[in-house]
Each structure stands twice: as structure tokens, then as C-alpha cells.
């Protein structure tokens, strides 16, 4: 890559922390230096906007009854894999090591309407294709022996990240990957990808970081808030549950005072810190509570996609600012106002346009185009 | 050399050494040696001991009798004499030719010497294998001994030697030639004293180079055993004619190769190996069949006649573990202790120790093995891997293998395949890292290769469980990271590396040399950047080099204000005078002296406040604006000067000041030409030059007492009322006034003098104001606001930062919402009650100004930020990475965005007048880059 022969000074390693030179900062936050902005008039009055997000939360939120179908479904399964780890008996395909609940049943953030749990499955032995089916009709028939009266409903469906397991009303999506050690004997032929193992790793190592750092209520409710614009606005779609949470968890308590913000300001901020350009290039971002090495969580969108998100954030903004949120959060109109003109109140709102582009000479297996889906947890992506 | 002439009564000698003067191992052969060879005193350090060795041989055969070595000793030489034919002359020019010879042309030759030697010896199994490497070694230590210099290591091996024999002591009791053989035991007793290991790490040392060659000539022993047992091959052959054959055929080569390469000891896994024959078998059906055989009961009988110890028909099982080298392993100890080289002695020694303690022990092992071995071999893997193949019937024709790839007809088949080793590690490798599965046993490279992984396993254990996943993920992470960094990263670094410290690079600036026009702040010529200029930095320093105006122009501004702010000061005087008499007397002389430099505020102040007098009615002349604040462009033509008057201005004074001004500026420059206009409704006139660059000053009238009245009461009516009937516009004035204040505090948060972290603040408002010039959207934006604006977002960052960052980061903030409804909005510092700077914006002005910041912000996010600053886009110096942003192409995309995008939105309109303009300056604004690089 070109990365190494313009090395310019320092004898660090091609890849690692050399790019010294080169310090990303942060955009300008409007919470982070409110001091210098003393307020010239007092803040608008903001209590049907909280409500409306408010609304918005609770019309989002599980049902009681749906949270107990998927509670009840993870557990039975939990149960059938944990007694598959103690007593594998006659069962050879495969050794299950752990077995980690993950993703947004996890985290408290499911959302109605998408009862789907996750599930992860390390496994001791190398992920083949056949002993993940192997395992899945494994688990499948011991569920099926557990309540022969779900015989008929129990769907057990493989797919390239693992299996899922689905009844009338819940699924549960079974992510396998295995150890550490074994991810470098995979072959691409026999096993599951390794990219989306290794995603399944980072999945459990999220959903552990979302539990120690990001408990408060305001968090989940704003993630849910944020999911559901990503469903409604396709500017949003790049983004990944994984940016969503960081962005909420640093939304709502990366501030001075440390205290957590209100639902309102903290979710006008998550559009101002997108406008404001915290996920283009060139921006510190927010660097991967989970991995090491300062990854900035959305250098896993293409530049496009970058460009993109700004500018729907961008928009909506305005938008917001206009008066306009009812329609981002949904309760009015539709996503339209995302890219075509609108008038609020005498003033015109209007889209705005792409600014990347392509660059030009370069052959076209560009870096662009080839990672888009190098998501961070992307088996999360269809979440919504 | 001195070779031909010493030794020239020994011809071999010279032989030997021309063979082997290349060795490094200083062996002097001295003592009885020495004596008997002329040679002897001459003999080179570098002399090895196989060279030694190789010349004792025909000292030995010439003086025999009197050679000072033990008999033992002696025997051992007796071999090689003996198999020379006892002609020394003829063995020297034998081995001379071999010594000549390559070595693997002697090598065969050189063991079976050892054979013969051995079946002399009678426990020949036991010692050739260690003799194969190490029996030369033997026979010169023992003549060496006494005069071995450092032969303090030796000891270890010492055993080593004896341990072979050793065991032979202990088992071989049917030793027919007993008495030889013991004397061979004998000797190492009497030379384990004496130290033996020079020879032997020598010998690890060589391995097969020579040491086959030293050993000569096969030929028949003198001891009695007249069989020809070749023990490579474990056969006896019926005359030394076959036998020779035997040993020059490929299948005795090829079984030698084999021995030499891993001589069958320990393995891993599991397997079963009849010791006698040197056999492995996989299984124990194979093992029984094996002794069973005519094969197996020939050796035995042949061993029995030879009188060779007979190993237990009980399988010696090579487990991974357990290294059984059963009771009568001469053969297994001897090799091991020969493979493993340097730690031969100790192993060795552990080898005797144990095999003469032997055996009841070791058999319960053996059984353990056993089972294990059976019970493995019950346990198929992996048939979820094995796909079925049916016909169009449904039956199944044959089976397949996904893990090896192959085919197999019959369930039985299926069956053992899945049993089978090869599929076994397929399965190892491909499923179940963790299945143990017995390595191939014939395969000592394997074994070998397998071993050393095993060892860098270990080693790297702990330090892989450690960085696994980070080398894994993180490395594969960085990656992505790393091609995914954008360009300008890239660029930049490029560019640092090129310029260290920036030299050339930093971007055309005003030549280091030029004065700096006084009234020019913030704008030191060469900023002491702290890290080399981005991209963007060095876009933004070169659109400000080109909006900064020229020195003409600086020249001729500063001219012009200078002329007004004399002939003013004249015409305040002027009017003091005329007004003294009328009121009352004063010395206008004072007030002269104290208002000799009108410019300076503070001085102006003092002479206010010392004022006791009635005031005078014009008290002081200021700067304001872009002339005070330093931030005029190239191509700016109106400045703006503000006279403070002693009361309110009216109508009236300001035609007394403009009836006068005329001829105090015909005073102050004589030699040009002014013109003055009257502007009643600004409160101001105009003092424009008369020439080719039409500079025009405009000279507000005001008076703090219009906002002290205003600040102190504002519904006192009283003194409102009082007003002259022809006074001033009030806003006006009012404006003038604040422009007086926005100029102090631009003063004093940009103090020309200090190098404080902003001058990138002052370097991006000369550019924002270039931009409100130029951008339609944004010219409602009022320049006190973006000023205020740009110092609270660029202070606000914390840290020093770079032009380029700094005007990103205003972007930023703009685009974040800082001037749309809800925000805090920009307090201004200069008016009591807080005000908004920017209120003069409407609605739709704030939300177009924002969202041209935001297509602008991810422009330069995008490195376009040539678009944002209606420039060109400068390529990296000198290495421009293909021409990412010529200008066919930037041009082919603005049109093609004018395509693309829909009519009616009024960015695109801005944006099409952008691109127009920058097409029509394009060709101005290459020279200017030119002119200015060139500086």
C-alpha cells in the first residue's frame, strides 16, 4: 500500500500508530464549548419536542408480551447449548467453548416489531459449514424434545453466519465463531468467513463494553430513537448499531459537566455532531472503545457513505431547527424531507448535495467500493 | 607448501592433507605419533583429527608394535590396518584417493568397514549405529588422548561412548567372540579416564563428510566371524563377494540413506516396530503378521547364530511420549544420542543407565501403549463429511469426502477411510484442531519437522495467546484503517517527508523580506507553525496570499488616510479656532501639541480628558473596520475613519468640516488631488482620490454623548428634545460608534504584536470576508458577527490550530446549527445588553448561510476545499499522485453537478456563479500562484 513508501519519519511499523503527524480533531461541539457561547436569549422551550421523542420511545419499545417471547426462546436455547457444553454426548460436530448473548436483546435496545435476539456460539473446533448445521439440527431436535407441542413451529434455518432459530413469535439469531486460535486456520472453502466471525468476536466484546458503560436509560432510549431514524432515513442506513450506541453513549455523556444531557439536547447533538462533520474524514470521530489502536469507529463506512450520512444529518438539522420533529421522528409526514425541499414556517429548506467524488485515475479496485461491509457489527445491520 | 616436503617420505600424508587442510579443528596429533612420522612436528594446527585418524592408520600398519597406545587402541587401528590388506602402503594410496573422493561415493564403504569391524565385535548392532558416526572418533581419541589439550568437556561423552558398550556388556552374554569384545569394552574403561570427547564433538561436528572415508576399504576381518551380516539391511550374505555386491546394490544404498537420514528411533504417535527387523507396523494385525513372517524368523535365526541379543517378540510401541528404547535398543540409543548432537552425552548416559536397569516396568508401559493404540482406532470422524452419492434410484453408488477429496465405492471403505489417518488429519486440520491423530511413523522428517513446530508451539504459546487477537484483528483492522485513510493524509505526509521542517513548502506567503505595513496585524509572514501545513493549510495560505492586498495597494490606502487624518486634525484645529473667539479663549497651540497623533487612540483619549476647556468640536479622528482591524483584501477600496466630535454632529458641522477639508488636504499633500462629497444621510463624507486606483475614505461623524444618552437613560425625552434641530442620523452615528468599539476589542483580542495561537483566527476571517464577498449566501452575513463568530469558534477549540483546521472548524460550527434558530447565538461583546451579533440575519439568510456551510465543510472534508475558496486546486508539491485534481476534471464536474442537479435551489446558482468565476480568474490566478511561488 502506499502507506508504506511515504513513510515519512519515525521507524515505526507499517501499520500501528505512525501516522504521527497526522492528529485528528475533534469537530466543533457546541456542548463541549458552551461557555464560549453564552446564550444570548434563553432557550426555547423544548417540552413537546422531549415528548414527542418520548412518544416516539415508547411506541418503539417491545411489548411485554414480545420481550417474553423472546426471553422465553433465548432462555430454552441458552439452556440446550449449556448442556451441550457439559455433556456433549453422542454429539461430534462440533465443541461449543461459550455461549454469550449479544446485540440489542442484550443490550436493552430492542425495538417492537423485530423480535430478534442474538446469540453467540464460540466454538472450540473450526466453524465448517456443516458441523454449524450440524449443531443447528442438533439444538433444534433438543428443543423440539424439550416441547413436543412446538414440533411444528420450530424452524431452525442455516445461513452464513450461523443458524437461526425461529417460533411463531420470536427468533433468535445463533452467531458462530470460534476461538481466537483458530481463526487463523481457516479456510474460506470449508468455514464460515472469517471476517464475519471475527464480527461475532467484536459482538460479544461490544455487548460486554455496552453493559459496564452505556447502562443509562437515556442511552437506550436515544439508540432506539437513532435506530429508528436509520430505518426511516436511507441517508442513515451506513451507519452501524455499533456507531449508533457510541454515538448515543458519547452524545449523552461526553460533555463537561459529565452529567447525562436530556433526551432533547442529546438527540439534537447527535445531529449536530453529524453535521458537524464528527463522522468525515479527517475527524477524530470516536475511536472503538472495543478494539485497540484508535480505530475511529466510521472508518468503516466508504467515503460515500460518509458524505452521506453528514449530509442527511445535515438536512434533518435544519430541518429540526425549523421546528420540523415531528416529521424526523417519524409522528408526521415521511422521509422525504431528507432530500427534497421543504418549507417551514416561510423558510426554505433544501437538500443538500453530495460532495464526494470519486477519484478520478485510480483503478477501480479502489478502497471504496470493496469494504462495504466491513461493518462493524454487521450482523446487527438488519436489526431494524 | 611445506606439506610436499616434510611428508615426502609418506606420499598419503601428503594426500591427507591436501583433502583436508579446509578443516578447522586443531587436532596435533603428538606423542607416539609424532615419533614415528617425521611429519609429526610439522603438523599443522589446522590438521584435523580426521586426518589424524587417517594417518594413524599407516603409522599404525608401519609400527604397529610399537605404537605407545593401549592394545585396545591398537585394535581399533587394527581394524582399518587390517582392511587395508595390511599393506600400508597399498591402504595409504587407497584412502588417498578417498580423501579425494567425494564423500558420498565413500560413505557406504566407510560403514561397511564398521560392519566388519562390528561382526568382530560381535554386538554389532549396537555399536555400528553409534560407530556410523562416532567410531572414528573412537579410534583417535584413544592415541590422542594423553595429548589433547582442552579436553575438559569430554567427559560427558566419555560415557556417551561407553554407554553402548555398556549395554552390550549387560545383555549381549552370547557374545561368541567375547574376548575381543571385551577387550573393546576394556578399552573404553581404561580411555574413559582419557578424555574422549574432542573427537567426538569433532565428530558431531563433521558428521558425514569424512568420517565414512576414514574407515577404508572394507575387506575381510581378521576375526574369525566369517559371516557376512550387513546389519543396515539385517542379512547375512554367503561370501564377501555377494556381500560387496550386496552393499553396492540400490536396496542396501537406499536402506542406508534411510538410516543415515532418521535412523527409526523414537516417533510419535502410536505404532507398533519390531526392533530386530526394524519394521514399523501401524497396527498390531500388521505387527503379528510381521513376526509371523519368514522375514521376521530369518533374522531371528541369523541373530541367533550370530549370537546377537534377540529382542522380546513383545512390540516396541513408539508412542509420542514414551520413548521406549527396550532393553536391547543398542541400535535406538546409539542414534538418538547421534541425532540430537551436542546433547548427545547426557541422553546417552541416561539411555545406559536406563536399559541397564530395564525392563519390567517398561513392558507395563508397553501394554498401556498398546491399548491405546486399539482403542484409537475404533473411533471414525467426521462422517458428516461424507456426502452420499446416489443414483437416479436413490441408491447409494458411492461416497465422497469433502475434508480429502476422494471417493470411495463401498460402505467398508467409508468406514475405514474415516478411520484412516490421512482423513483423520484432514479432519485435524479442517474441523477439530484438537484431534490427536499418530504421526505417519516412517517419516523421520516429519517427525522432525514436527517436533521443531512442537517446540515453536510452545514457545510461541504465551506470547501468541497474548497478541492473537490483537495481531489478528487489529492488524486486519489497521489495514482497512490504513486504505481507507483518506488521501490527504497520505498527501500530507508525502509532503512532510519531502520538507521535514517545511522549508519550501510552506506556502507562498508575503516574502520574508517586505516591511509589513504598520496598520496590518495578525498577519506575521512566516507563522511558526508548530507541524507541517496540511492540504488544506496550504490551500487557505494560498488563497489568503492571493486575497491579501499588494504592497501598491497597502501603500496607497496608507497614503490617503494618512493625508485625511492630517487635514482633519487641521480642520479640528481650524474650527477651534474660529469657534474660540466666539466662546471663549483658548490655546489652540496646546491642543495642537496634544493632538499631534490623531491616530493613536490612547493619545486622543488623554487629550479628551485633559480638555478642560470648552470641548473642541472635532476631538479626535480613529480607524475603524477593515482598516483598523487589518483586514483588508486585495481590491478593497473604501476604508473607513470616524471623528469623534465634542457634541452631537449636526448638519452644520458637517459642511463646515467639508467646506474646510478641501484646502488643509491641498496643505497636507499639495501634489494630489482630492474630491469630497457630502453623504448627509451616512453622517459622513467622502474623500476620494482623484487617479488610476479610486480610493475612497469615508469619514463618519459621531459622538459618544448620542450613546451615553442612550446607555444612561434611555426615556429620558429631556435631552433628546435639546437636540439640535439639523443632527446627525442617529443610527449612524450610533453605527460609527460601535465600529469604534469592534475595533478596539479586534485590537485587543488580535494584538498585532503577540503571537498568540490566532493568527489562523485573522487568516480565516480575511477569507471569510473574501467569501462574504464573493458568495452571494453568505454577503447578508455582517462582518462584526463573523469576526465575533470566527475568534468564539477558533478560540473555543482549545488548542492552537492551522489555518486549514481553523477554517474547517468554523465551517463546523456554522454547520452544526450555530447560526440557526435555537442556538445560543453570538453574544456581543460590545453592547451592554446582550445582542445577538448576528440578529441582523433572517431566518432564511441563517438556514441558506448554514447549509452552504455544510456543503462546504464536506468539501474540504473531501478535498475539495479549492471549491470552497474559489481557487484552483494546488497540487502536492512536486509529487503530485496522479493529477488527482486537474482542472479539465474539476471542470467536468461542475458542469456535470449543474446537470445533475435540479433548477430552483438557489446553492447551485451560487455555486454555478462560483465555478464561472473561477473559470474566468483562472487563468489570473495561475499567474498570481506563479508570481507568488516564485517569491
Redesign the interface.
Known amino acids: 500500500?502506499?502507506?508504506g513508501m511515504?513513510?515519512?519519519?519515525g521507524p515505526g511499523p507499517h501499520?500501528?500508530p505512525k501516522?504521527k503527524?497526522?492528529?485528528p480533531?475533534l469537530?466543533?461541539?457546541?456542548v463541549l464549548?458552551?461557555?464560549?457561547?453564552?446564550?444570548?436569549?434563553a432557550?426555547?422551550d423544548e417540552s413537546a419536542f422531549t415528548q414527542a421523542l418520548l412518544k416516539r420511545n415508547a411506541d418503539l419499545s417491545p411489548t411485554p408480551a414480545e420481550q417474553a417471547a423472546v426471553l422465553n426462546l433465548v432462555t430454552k436455547i441458552q439452556a440446550v447449548m449449556d448442556n451441550l457444553i457439559v455433556d456433549p454426548g453422542n454429539f461430534?460436530?462440533?465443541?461449543i467453548e461459550e455461549v454469550r448473548q449479544v446485540g440489542s436483546y442484550k443490550k436493552g435496545t430492542m425495538m417492537t416489531g423485530h423480535n430478534v435476539a442474538d446469540i453467540v456460539v464460540i466454538l472450540?473446533?473450526?466453524p465448517?459449514k456443516?458441523?454449524v448445521e450440524?449443531l443447528g439440527k442438533k439444538v433444534c431436535d433438543d428443543l423440539r424434545a424439550q416441547e413436543p407441542q412446538e414440533v411444528l413451529v420450530l424452524t431452525m434455518l442455516p445461513n452464513d453466519r450461523g443458524f437461526e432459530i425461529s417460533n411463531s413469535e420470536a427468533t433468535v439469531r445463533v452467531l458462530v465463531t470460534t476461538i481466537?486460535?483458530?481463526?487463523?486456520?481457516l479456510?474460506p472453502e470449508?468455514?464460515l468467513d472469517q471476517k464475519i466471525l471475527?464480527s461475532h468476536?467484536?459482538a460479544i466484546r461490544h455487548s460486554r463494553w455496552f453493559e459496564e458503560n452505556a447502562h443509562h436509560s437515556t442511552i437506550k432510549v436515544l439508540i432506539r430513537l437513532l435506530r429508528d431514524l436509520r430505518g426511516r432515513f436511507e441517508g442513515f442506513e451506513p451507519l452501524s448499531p455499533w456507531m449508533l450506541d457510541l454515538l448515543a453513549h458519547y452524545a449523552i455523556l461526553n460533555n463537561p459537566s459529565r452529567q447525562a444531557l436530556p433526551i432533547n439536547s442529546a438527540f439534537r447533538r447527535c445531529l449536530?455532531?453529524l453535521?458537524?462533520?464528527l463522522f468525515?474524514?479527517?475527524?477524530a470521530g470516536i475511536s472503538d472503545p472495543c478494539?485497540?489502536?484508535n480505530?475511529?469507529v466510521h472508518?468503516?463506512m466508504?467515503?460515500e457513505q460518509?458524505?452521506l450520512v453528514?449530509?442527511t444529518a445535515?438536512t434533518l438539522?435544519?430541518v429540526l431547527?425549523?421546528g420540523g420533529y415531528k416529521q424526523i421522528l417519524g409522528l408526521e409526514g415521511n422521509s422525504s424531507i431528507a432530500s427534497e425541499?421543504s418549507v417551514w414556517?416561510?423558510?426554505?429548506?433544501?437538500a443538500?448535495?453530495?460532495?464526494?467524488?470519486k477519484?478520478?485515475?485510480?483503478p477501480p479496485q479502489d478502497?471504496?467500493t470493496d469494504?462495504m461491509d466491513?461493518d462493524d457489527d454487521p450482523m446487527e445491520t438488519t436489526d431494524n | 607448501m611445506y606439506w610436499s616436503g616434510l611428508s615426502a617420505a609418506a606420499n598419503a600424508a601428503a594426500a591427507y592433507q591436501t583433502g583436508q587442510t579446509g578443516y578447522p579443528v586443531g587436532h596435533t596429533p603428538t606423542g607416539t605419533y609424532t615419533t614415528q612420522r617425521a611429519a609429526g612436528s610439522t603438523y599443522d594446527t589446522g590438521y584435523q583429527t580426521a586426518a589424524a585418524a587417517a594417518a594413524t592408520h599407516s603409522t599404525a600398519a608401519g609400527t604397529y608394535p610399537s605404537a605407545a597406545a593401549s592394545a585396545t587402541y591398537d585394535y581399533g587401528y587394527g581394524r582399518t590396518t587390517q582392511t587395508a590388506a595390511a599393506a600400508a602402503a597399498a591402504a595409504y594410496d587407497s584412502s588417498k584417493t578417498y580423501y579425494a573422493q567425494p564423500s558420498t561415493a565413500t560413505a557406504y564403504t566407510g560403514a561397511d568397514t564398521h560392519y566388519h569391524n562390528k561382526t568382530a565385535y560381535t554386538n554389532a548392532g549396537a555399536y555400528t549405529t553409534t560407530s556410523r558416526q562416532t567410531t572414528p572418533v573412537v579410534t583417535p581419541k584413544t592415541s590422542y588422548t594423553s595429548t589433547y589439550p582442552g579436553a575438559a568437556a569430554a567427559a560427558a561423552t566419555a560415557t556417551y561412548n561407553t554407554s553402548p558398550y555398556a549395554v552390550q556388556t549387560t545383555t549381549a552374554n552370547k557374545a561368541t567372540a567375547l574376548p575381543v569384545y571385551m577387550q573393546q569394552t576394556s578399552q573404553p574403561a581404561t580411555a574413559v579416564a582419557a578424555v574422549k570427547t574432542p573427537g567426538n564433538t569433532w565428530q558431531t561436528f563433521k558428521k558425514q563428510g569424512t568420517v565414512p572415508n576414514k574407515t577404508q576399504k572394507p575387506k575381510a576381518p581378521p576375526k574369525p566371524q566369517q559371516l557376512h551380516y550387513c546389519d543396515v539391511c539385517k542379512i547375512s550374505c554367503a561370501g564377501p563377494q555377494t556381500y560387496r555386491e550386496h552393499l553396492e546394490g540400490q536396496k542396501h544404498k537406499k536402506k542406508e540413506a534411510a538410516a543415515k537420514a532418521g535412523p527409526t528411533p523414537s516417533r510419535h504417535g502410536a505404532s507398533l516396530r519390531c526392533e530386530l527387523c526394524d519394521v514399523t507396523c501401524t497396527g498390531a494385525d500388521a505387527y503379528a503378521a510381521h513376526i509371523r513372517g519368514a522375514k521376521h524368523q530369518k533374522v531371528v535365526k541369523l541373530h541367533q547364530k550370530l549370537g546377537k541379543p534377540i529382542p522380546s517378540t513383545d512390540p516396541v510401541v513408539v508412542g509420542g511420549t514414551t520413548k521406549t528404547s527396550t532393553t536391547t535398543a543398542g541400535t535406538a540409543v546409539g542414534a538418538k544420542t547421534t541425532t540430537s548432537g551436542t546433547t548427545a552425552a547426557p541422553t546417552g548416559t541416561l539411555a545406559a543407565t536406563t536399559t541397564t536397569t530395564t525392563s519390567d516396568g517398561k513392558k507395563d508401559d508397553l501394554k498401556e501403549d498398546l491399548l491405546d493404540l486399539k482403542e484409537k482406532d475404533v473411533e471414525p470422524?467426521g462422517q458428516?463429511?461424507i456426502e452420499e452419492i446416489k443414483n437416479e434410484e436413490g441408491k447409494v453408488i458411492s461416497f465422497n469426502c469433502?475434508?480429502c477429496e476422494c471417493r470411495f465405492n463401498d460402505p467398508n471403505a467409508k468406514e475405514m477411510h474415516m478411520k484412516g489417518r490421512r482423513h483423520r488429519l484432514q479432519y485435524k486440520?479442517?474441523?477439530?484442531?484438537?484431534l490427536v491423530v499418530e504421526v505417519k511413523p516412517s517419516l523421520r522428517q516429519r517427525k522432525l519437522q514436527e517436533e521443531k513446530l512442537r517446540r515453536q508451539q510452545l514457545r510461541e504459546e504465551m506470547w501468541?495467546?497474548r497478541e492473537?487477537?490483537?495481531l489478528?484483528?487489529?492488524?486486519?483492522?489497521?489495514?482497512?484503517?490504513?486504505?481507507?485513510?483518506?488521501?490527504?493524509?497520505?498527501e500530507?505526509?508525502?509532503w512532510?517527508?519531502r520538507y521535514?521542517r517545511g522549508p519550501p513548502g510552506p506556502p507562498p506567503m508575503m516574502p520574508p523580506g517586505m516591511p509589513r505595513p504598520p496598520f496590518m496585524p495578525g498577519m506575521p509572514p512566516m507563522m511558526p507553525m508548530r507541524?507541517?501545513d496540511s492540504s488544506d493549510d496550504r490551500h487557505v495560505l494560498a488563497k489568503h496570499a492571493e486575497i491579501y492586498p499588494k504592497e501598491e495597494e497597502l501603500g496607497a490606502i496608507q497614503k490617503i488616510v494618512s493625508n485625511t487624518e492630517k487635514a482633519l486634525k487641521m480642520v479640528s484645529d481650524y474650527l477651534a479656532e474660529v469657534d474660540a473667539p466666539k466662546e471663549q479663549h483658548i490655546k489652540p497651540k496646546a491642543k495642537k501639541e496634544k493632538e499631534e497623533v490623531p491616530k493613536d487612540d490612547d493619545d486622543k483619549k488623554d487629550g479628551d480628558k485633559k480638555e478642560d476647556g470648552p470641548p473642541r468640536m472635532l476631538k479626535g479622528v480613529m480607524r475603524v473596520g477593515i482598516l483598523a482591524k487589518g483586514l483588508l483584501l486585495r481590491g478593497d477600496a473604501s476604508v473607513q475613519l470616524v471623528v469623534l466630535c465634542g457634541d452631537k454632529p449636526t448638519r452644520t458641522l458637517l459642511d463646515r468640516v467639508a467646506d474646510n477639508l478641501p484646502k488643509q488636504l491641498a496643505v497636507v499633500a499639495p501634489e494630489d488631488k482630492y474630491d469630497i462629497q457630502r453623504v448627509v444621510e451616512e453622517a459622513a463624507l467622502v474623500v476620494q482620490n482623484i487617479g488610476e486606483q479610486r480610493i475612497s475614505v469615508n469619514v463618519t461623524l459621531t459622538s459618544p454623548i448620542m450613546r451615553e444618552q442612550l446607555l444612561h437613560d434611555g426615556d429620558s425625552q429631556v435631552t433628546a428634545v435639546k437636540d439640535p434641530p439639523d443632527v446627525l442620523d442617529k443610527q449612524k452615528c450610533l453605527d460609527a460608534l460601535a465600529a469604534l468599539r469592534h475595533a478596539k476589542w479586534f485590537q485587543h483580542t488580535f494584538p498585532q504584536a503577540r503571537a498568540n495561537g490566532l493568527q489562523s483566527c485573522v487568516m480565516v476571517i480575511r477569507i471569510l470576508r473574501d467569501l462574504c464577498q464573493r458568495v452571494p449566501t453568505w454577503g447578508p452575513l455582517n462582518s462584526w458577527a463573523m469576526e465575533l463568530m470566527c475568534e468564539?469558534?477558533i478560540?473555543?477549540?482549545?488548542q492552537h490550530?492551522s489555518p486549514g483546521?481553523a477554517l474547517?472548524?468554523v465551517f463546523?460550527?456554522l454547520?452544526?446549527?450555530?447560526l440557526?434558530?435555537?442556538?445560543?447565538?453570538?453574544?456581543d461583546p460590545c453592547e451592554k445588553d446582550?445582542?445577538?451579533a448576528a440578529s441582523p440575519l433572517s431566518?432564511?439568510e441563517r438556514?441558506d448561510i448554514?447549509?452552504s456551510a455544510?456543503?462546504a465543510?464536506?468539501?474540504i472534508?473531501?478535498r475539495?476545499i479549492h471549491k470552497v475558496l474559489g481557487m484552483d486546486p494546488i497540487p502536492p508539491p512536486k509529487f503530485q499522485?496522479?493529477?488527482?485534481f486537474?482542472r479539465k476534471?474539476r471542470r467536468d464536474?461542475s458542469t456535470g453537478?449543474g446537470n445533475?442537479?435540479e433548477g430552483g435551489?438557489?446553492?447551485k446558482d451560487k455555486k454555478e456563479d462560483e465555478d464561472s468565476k473561477m473559470d474566468m480568474d483562472k487563468d489570473t490566478n495561475s499567474s498570481k500562484h506563479l508570481m507568488v511561488e516564485g517569491h
Open positions: 500500500m502506499r502507506g511515504i513513510r515519512p519519519m501499520f500501528g501516522m503527524q497526522f492528529v480533531r469537530p466543533f461541539d457546541m464549548c458552551e461557555s464560549a457561547f453564552p446564550r444570548v436569549k432557550a426555547p461430534d460436530a462440533c465443541q472450540k473446533t473450526l465448517t456443516e458441523a450440524a481466537h486460535q483458530n481463526l487463523r486456520k479456510d470449508l468455514h471475527q468476536l467484536a449536530q455532531l453535521a458537524a462533520g468525515l474524514p479527517g475527524s478494539e485497540g489502536g480505530i475511529r472508518t468503516a466508504t467515503l460518509q458524505d453528514c449530509l445535515q438539522l435544519r431547527s425549523h425541499m414556517d416561510g423558510v426554505v429548506v433544501s443538500l448535495e453530495k460532495a464526494y467524488e477519484p478520478p485515475e485510480r478502497d471504496d469494504n466491513a | 470422524v458428516e463429511y469433502k475434508l486440520k479442517k474441523v477439530n484442531p484438537e501468541r495467546r492473537e487477537e490483537r489478528l484483528e487489529e492488524e486486519e483492522r489497521w489495514y482497512w484503517e490504513e486504505r481507507r485513510r483518506y488521501e490527504e493524509e497520505c500530507y505526509l508525502d512532510c517527508r521535514p507541524r507541517p468564539k469558534v478560540a473555543s477549540a482549545g490550530l483546521d474547517r472548524r463546523e460550527a454547520a452544526s446549527g450555530l440557526l434558530p435555537g442556538s445560543p447565538g453570538l453574544l446582550p445582542i445577538d431566518a432564511q438556514e448554514t447549509a455544510q456543503h465543510l464536506r468539501l472534508a473531501f475539495q499522485r496522479g493529477g488527482r486537474t476534471r464536474n453537478e445533475d442537479s435551489d438557489g446553492k
